[in-house]
């Protein structure tokens, strides 16, 4: 503990008194021990009814943030000092506060930074392994730089995939494409840091394509890669919406696909019609191929165009698989026809890829599912944009204009709230933390009320962080964004274990997620953030 005093020393004659302050030759640093405990003598160490200041925080953050020194009064015999009172020291950082709880000079962000180039670069996933480091796949045009390691695309388009350490830090990067282009979906990453993305590689005639998986280790090895096919839905590519890592070591994923896409020798599904059907599949971490005793591959088709749109994973490997349709959804024997011009659907499959239940969410006009995500019970959450009348479990709900609503239903598939936001709020993102509250992560447009208290965005778009609790009541809500500026689109968010949640998107305009103003180089730039929620 750092003490120095607060009371001036009296001296008289030019001669230090030798139960004063304890000052020496102009010396006001303490140590612990020489400050609380009488001398060798027995002798005072201290004057009565004097002061000094004390700080047990770590060094450099004493008024930084709410951080602030306390006092320590001598005791009456002189024999030592009281207890530091009144001292702040660094606690737990937290966005639901616009203080700086730890201190280091930042509020609610841990770490941001800006990767980029000349021209535009697009995130599309995100994802953190069990050691906190972030991995951020995405897609860019011309050059892309991570500090001294630069990218340069072959073609006109090129997909990358980058590792952030814990603190932030650039530790490797990969590069996907040739001449012909690539992009990337999505990707799942282990606890110890494998990972696996999948992608759309673009052949020379623009109308043919073929998805793509790639695995890495965690020092960005090529384990594998493979081509499953596909081709594209009339103008419209097939693609994979969204991949997980099972409990049992598995990669789960699911998107929309046209034409016929070939998992292994021994196992394929197709669709040949130019309008795209849901699949959902189980492979092999190991090389990508499906196992005949835990693997499998369904499709799910019907009249009209199926999309899944994103999916999700409890803690006992059983699987949500969320998206939009028109007309029809045929789930083996199950059918639903939609309600409206497109309707929402959550269906719950099995580790074994059987379908536990299905819940299609529909109404007089359109639903388009946003974001999916599950408790630590299983429960899925799901982000729907709607208008017009819909019964989502809990009576009608009707909007004149189209707006988002926050569902949350039990594992079994029984309603228990929902949540409506009118105004500019846009929705992009949403997890679950591990006690049931729900973290969102949204653009917000001009204005929008949450829970009362009225929003006004700063910049074309600012990005906020909506935290609700297990209720789905708004715990607290934060925006970001600088004044004048183009805005900020969020893309894709992640959960540490530690409970960070890591974000990125893309800005053309100067941004400041709470560690300073942040510049993009080009036309557009990634960033990526920690947050502290």
């Not at 995100?126 to 050691?131: E, N, R």
């Not at 530790?171 to 001449?179: C, M, N, P, R, Y």
């Not at 999916?311 to 349709?325: C, L, Q, T």
Request: hydrophobic share 40%; net charge negative; aromatic share 6%.
């Amino acid at each position: 503990m750092r003490m120095r005093t607060s009371l001036r020393c009296l001296a008289g004659l030019g001669i230090l008194a030798a139960s004063g302050c304890g000052l020496v030759l102009g010396l006001d640093d303490f140590k612990d021990g020489g400050a609380t405990s009488a001398g060798a003598g027995g002798g005072a160490t201290c004057e009565p009814e004097s002061e000094v200041e004390c700080y047990s925080g770590r060094p450099g953050t004493e008024d930084v943030g709410i951080c602030r020194a306390g006092t320590q009064a001598c005791k009456e015999d002189g024999s030592g000092y009281e207890a530091c009172a009144g001292e702040v020291t660094p606690a737990a950082e937290t966005c639901a506060s616009a203080e700086d709880e730890d201190c280091d000079g930042k509020d609610c962000v841990a770490w941001a930074r800006l990767i980029g180039g000349a021209e535009e670069e697009v995130v599309s996933d995100v994802a953190v392994d069990a050691a906190g480091n972030t991995y951020v796949a995405g897609n860019f045009k011309g050059a892309i730089s991570f500090g001294d390691d630069v990218l340069i695309a072959s073609g006109d388009r090129d997909a990358f995939l980058i590792k952030l350490s814990a603190s932030g830090e650039y530790v490797w990067s990969q590069q996907l494409g040739d001449v012909r282009g690539e992009t990337l979906s999505s990707l799942a990453v282990s606890p110890e840091g494998d990972v696996v993305v999948a992608s759309l590689e673009l052949e020379d005639d623009i109308s043919s394509m073929s998805l793509m998986l790639h695995r890495y280790d965690p020092d960005g090895g090529v384990l594998w890669s493979k081509s499953l096919g596909a081709k594209m839905c009339g103008i419209v590519p097939s693609v994979v919406a969204g991949m997980r890592f099972l409990p049992d070591g598995d990669v789960v994923l699911a998107g929309s696909y046209c034409g016929t896409i070939q998992f292994d020798d021994a196992h394929a599904i197709s669709n040949e019609t130019d309008r795209g059907d849901v699949f959902v599949a189980k492979l092999r971490s190991s090389d990508g191929s499906i196992d005949d005793e835990s693997g499998w591959a369904r499709t799910w088709g019907g009249e009209g165009t199926q999309r899944a749109s994103g999916v999700a994973v409890d803690a006992a490997g059983n699987i949500i698989v969320a998206g939009d349709f028109r007309d029809e959804l045929v789930l083996g024997d199950l059918s639903y026809a939609a309600a409206g011009g497109s309707d929402a659907f959550m269906v719950k499959v099995t580790n074994r890829g059987l379908v536990s239940w299905a819940r299609v969410l529909g109404g007089t006009e359109n639903e388009v599912l946003r974001s999916i995500a599950v408790d630590r019970l299983g429960g899925p959450a799901a982000v729907i944009g709607f208008q017009g009348v819909v019964d989502f479990g809990g009576g009608e709900v009707a909007a004149d204009e189209f707006v988002d609503i926050l569902l949350k239903y039990t594992t079994s598939n029984v309603y228990e709230w929902g949540r409506v936001f009118h105004g500019g709020l846009i929705h992009d993102e949403l997890f679950m933390d591990p006690r049931g509250d729900v973290l969102i992560v949204a653009g917000l447009e001009e204005s929008a009320e949450v829970n009362g208290e009225l929003l006004r965005a700063k910049s074309a778009r600012d990005l906020v962080l909506l935290r609700l609790g297990i209720e789905g009541d708004p715990l607290w809500v934060r925006t970001f964004g600088v004044a004048g500026e183009d805005g900020i689109d969020a893309r894709a968010i992640a959960l540490g274990g530690a409970g960070e949640l890591l974000v990125a998107g893309e800005t053309s305009g100067k941004i400041d997620l709470g560690a300073g103003v942040m510049a993009p180089q080009g036309d557009g730039d990634i960033f990526v953030a920690s947050l502290r929620p």
